[in-house]
């Protein structure tokens, strides 16, 4: 194997790590301690989320608006099952 193909090769390979291993830290760019929150409802449904404990997306929306608290929350929730509910009977 000729020198010049031995350092391409070096290269590709010194390359390729440095592109693994920025990739597999993109995820760490931020963590939860980082972040500020304006309710304890925001903190409690960004945590849930971000610890894979919870997929509740509807949550997350809500904390759009900084007022918002846990029985603002689950008032919405109800009013959003009742709808789908009469959405699926009127299929």
């Known amino acids: 194997m000729s020198q010049n193909r031995l350092y391409h090769r070096f290269v590709l390979l010194f390359i390729l790590l ?3 291993g ?7 760019l931020v963590s939860i301690n980082d972040l500020s929150f304006h309710s304890a409802f925001e903190r409690k449904a960004f945590t849930a989320v971000l610890n894979d404990q ?3 997306y ?3 929306f809500l904390c759009a ?3 918002i608290n846990e029985s603002d929350y689950q008032a919405y929730k109800q ?3 009742k709808v789908i509910e ?6």
């Open 18 to 20: 440095i592109a693994f």
């Open 58 to 60: 509807f949550a997350l």
């Open 79 to 81: 009013k959003l099952g």
């Open 86 to 91: 009469e959405y699926q009977c009127n299929r």
């Open 22 to 28: 920025t990739i597999s830290r993109a995820d760490s």
């Open 65 to 67: 608006d900084s007022a």
């Open 54 to 56: 919870s997929d509740d």
